[in-house]
């Protein structure tokens, strides 16, 4: 099956700084998507992304769908990015059932 | 309704027990999801409803598991004979169909004691 690799595992930053998360997966996908999970276990859609870029706010991602990676920007960070950021790539040809990566721990500090 | 809603919220149950959580997606989103989350499995897929099609129950840990969506609408995810195994965070998601971004409940804690 898929394999999708997420780095760093772990993100310690201080506040107002920028940072680069990466989501490498093995197969070709038609179909991305970024979700931060703040620190009460919701999970946020942040971006539907199967390639090129988005931007929203502080936010940005691109998608490199023939090199097989995408990276999630975060710009300016403050206290309440911190959670964990999640990719996830389709399953198979089922489009429905998405494979999600392990995730990075970002922590921001004041 | 303005979000995914699930119940309840926590739930609590002994083992051998049967449990049903509920989930409501969001009004005219075709796609709905379950996956369930757990420290040392991660966002595990369990079944996915598209519409009107056969649901992709291929996510489903063990024949004690099932689910069904009632009028494209809301769904219940069964657990019977509940083993201490199954504590976990059930997530529901819907979308307006799978070529667009989730959007995911706040989850229903299970915890098999």
């Known amino acids: 099956g898929i394999q999708v690799e997420q780095s760093p595992p772990d993100l310690i930053l201080q506040e107002g700084a920028n940072s680069t998360l990466r989501c490498n997966f093995s197969?070709?996908?038609?179909?991305l998507q970024w979700f931060h999970q703040n620190p009460w276990g919701q999970l946020i859609n942040l971006f539907y992304i199967p390639s090129g870029t988005k931007q929203n706010g502080r936010l940005s991602a691109t998608t490199v769908a023939t090199e097989r990676y995408s990276l999630l920007y975060i710009s300016s960070s403050q206290t309440t990015d911190s959670g964990v950021y999640f990719c996830a790539v389709p399953r198979g040809s089922t489009l429905g059932r998405l494979y999600f990566g392990r995730g990075t721990q970002l922590t921001v500090w004041p | 309704g303005a979000g995914v809603s699930q119940s309840p919220s926590n739930k609590v149950t002994e083992k051998g027990k049967d449990v049903e959580l509920r989930c409501d997606p969001i009004s005219g989103h075709t796609a709905l999801y379950w996956y369930r989350q757990s420290l040392g499995q991660g966002l595990e897929f369990l079944i996915y409803f598209q519409g009107n099609s056969a649901p992709d129950k291929s996510g489903l840990p063990s024949d004690r598991f099932s689910a069904e969506r009632t009028g494209g609408s809301v769904s219940t995810l069964t657990i019977q004979r509940t083993q201490q195994e199954d504590s976990a965070v059930y997530l529901c998601?819907?979308?307006?169909?799978?070529?667009?971004?989730?959007?995911f409940g706040s989850g229903t804690r299970l915890t098999v004691v």
């Open positions: 197969d070709s996908v038609n179909n």
């Open positions: 998601a819907s979308s307006l169909d799978s070529l667009y971004g989730y959007t």
